[in-house]
């Protein structure tokens, strides 16, 4: 079966082109994502792009120009690569994780969810080719810090890209109601039973059964919660007149 069967099947297709594909089984194969493959509803493909390197060792790495530590991905294994996927499907969307992205956000997962198929490109060792960013279509970094390779980063981006395809996650609002949504807010706390944890109480308001009170709680409590912990967010976050009052009341629980 081609890639391309495979996608029609699938609401969204994801391929991997990394040198460690058995890093991804577990996790591919387990939890909601995995639930979402049995139903057809995602789909993956893990690419060794060893195996279009040239020369009797595959070689995909070697020592940079101009001298330096470690060694340096190699252009050509990873255009064969990119070559072979666009020949089956030339509408895929690749993309480089490395630390010179574009920072990885909600917004960021929205668009790329909206994909048919994605292809995200792991790297290793010292760095890459420079040139490979000229073969893919994005680049992303999932946070200012270095990995060892860009697998672990290319799992982030599936979950968060992967939930937010229709049917992936059961319950549709729930990936309404969260942090970094239309409304650019944190989430608002949430508890469970029991009702008393070593003194830790849950708020009366959850237990009224007054709908209107509780809405009226969580709501308040997103924007407290992003007051006080990404106040950065709220410059960006849709707030009603009512609302940036009752804010202004609260500069001093904020603090």
Same mark, same amino acid.
């Given at each position: 079966?081609t ?6 099947q ?17 996790v ?6 995995g ?5 057809g ?5 893990l ?31 990873? %255009?064969a #690569? ?9 509408? =895929?969307?690749? &993309?480089?994780?490395? /630390? *010179? ?19 995200l490109?792991?790297g ?12 893919v279509?994005?680049e ?11 697998? %672990?980063? #290319?799992?982030?981006v ?6 937010l =395809?229709?049917? &992936?996650v059961?319950? /549709? *609002?729930?990936?309404?109601?969260e ?8 989430e608002?706390?949430?508890?469970t ?5 070593r003194?830790m ?6 237990l ?18 992003? #007051? ?10 849709e ?17």
């Open positions: 079966m890639l391309v069967q495979e996608q029609g699938a609401r969204m297709c994801w391929t991997v082109l990394t040198l460690f594909p058995d890093m991804f089984e577990p591919i194969s387990s939890s909601l994502f639930k979402a493959r049995e139903r509803l995602l789909d993956v493909r690419v060794d792009y060893r195996q279009y390197a040239n020369g009797k060792h595959k070689a995909v790495d070697d020592t940079p120009f101009g001298g330096g530590a470690g060694m340096v991905i190699k252009v050509e294994p990873l %255009a #690569a990119l070559d072979s996927l666009r020949r089956e499907n030339p509408a =895929v969307y690749p &993309v480089l994780l490395r /630390p *010179q992205g574009r920072p990885f956000d909600q917004q960021a997962a929205r668009r790329l969810s909206n994909k048919r198929h994605v292809a490109v792991c290793r060792y010292e760095g890459m080719d420079e040139r490979i960013a000229g073969l279509d994005e992303i970094s999932i946070g200012d810090y270095v990995l060892s390779g860009g697998e %672990a980063a #290319a799992w982030v599936m979950d968060a890209v992967s939930r =395809v229709p049917g &992936v059961g319950e /549709p *609002q729930s990936v309404v109601e942090s970094f949504g239309s409304d650019n807010l944190l608002h706390p949430h508890y039973r029991p009702r008393e944890f003194g109480t849950v708020p009366e308001v959850l009224s059964g007054d709908h209107a009170a509780i809405e009226l709680w969580r709501r308040r409590q997103s924007i407290i919660q992003t #007051a006080r912990r990404r106040p950065d967010l709220l410059a960006q976050a707030l009603d007149d009512d609302e940036r009052a009752w804010l202004k009341e609260m500069e001093n629980d904020v603090d």
